[in-house]
């Protein structure tokens, strides 16, 4: 099961490069919006008009450092994807229905464009240190509450890393992924589930980024370039 959902999720993002569309369902913690879900490429390719459903809106900030946390994150995606659009516009465009060889051959290029951009950043430098526990406190009754063992186990579900206390996926093979700021998340790793009652309550992203877990880091990696943008260590209780 662990491996179909990883193949699943490796496909859609592929997907998604092509088309250049996001996927999945998340939403904004300070404004409560809501993106449409894709889930095949098929999906892709038709006008689908039906609205959808309400979702219940993330928590509010607690304190002031939560505040301001997430203005600062919200300001440092803004400023991440800026970046990542300058460098991608400056590659060749990639054609609409573009073959895999070309479309891993753009990721390669804007993943080291990426790098190249600047002096390498340290983590956290996306997710500040003030929203890094507003982050831990939204996951930890999903993951450690009453009721929460179904969506625990989902989070094993293709996680590349095996760690204390979290479900190993039986058909998931253990791969290291490096995290580091715009280390290549590798093209052989599993990709793994992000529970729907976790991703209800997360900020939203823009289609270039996605939320994952490593082992029991919170990831922030870029859906085009396939780089780690930054991680939260230890996110998952």
């Known amino acids: 099961m662990g491996a179909m959902a ?18 999945g369902v998340l939403l904004l913690a300070a404004a409560g919006l809501v993106a449409e ?13 039906t609205p959808s459903p309400p979702l219940p809106t993330p928590p509010p900030p607690q304190t002031s450092a939560d505040a301001r946390g997430l203005t600062e994150f919200a300001n ?13 516009a400056a590659l060749p465009k990639l054609p609409d229905r573009a073959d895999p060889a070309t479309v891993a051959a753009h990721q390669k290029a804007l993943a080291e464009a990426i790098r190249k ?8 430098h996306v ?3 003030d929203i890094q526990p507003f982050f831990k406190r939204l ?3 999903e993951l450690k509450g009453p009721g929460s063992a179904e969506t625990r186990e989902k989070v094993g579900e293709g996680n590349p890393e095996s760690a204390k206390g979290l479900p190993k996926d039986p058909d998931v093979k253990s791969r290291n992924v490096s995290l580091a700021p715009y280390a290549t998340y590798p ?28 082992g029991k880091s919170l990831v922030l990696r870029d859906t085009i370039s396939d780089v780690v943008v930054d991680y939260i260590p230890e996110a998952v209780p």
């Open 127 to 129: 997710f500040v240190p």
């Open 187 to 214: 093209s052989d790793a599993p990709l793994s589930t992000m529970p729907a009652p976790v991703l209800l309550k997360m900020p939203q992203l823009p289609k270039e980024l996605e939320y994952r877990f490593v």
């Open 37 to 49: 879900a894709t889930t095949a490429c098929a999906a892709h390719q038709r006008k689908d008009t």
């Open 6 to 23: 990883s193949l699943r999720e490796r496909t859609l993002t592929m997907c998604r490069r092509q088309a250049r569309l996001s996927g």
């Open 117 to 124: 951009s600047g002096p390498r950043p340290s983590q956290g």
């Open 76 to 88: 440092k995606v803004q400023a991440y994807v800026a970046l990542h659009n300058k460098l991608e």
């Open 139 to 141: 996951l930890a009754p």
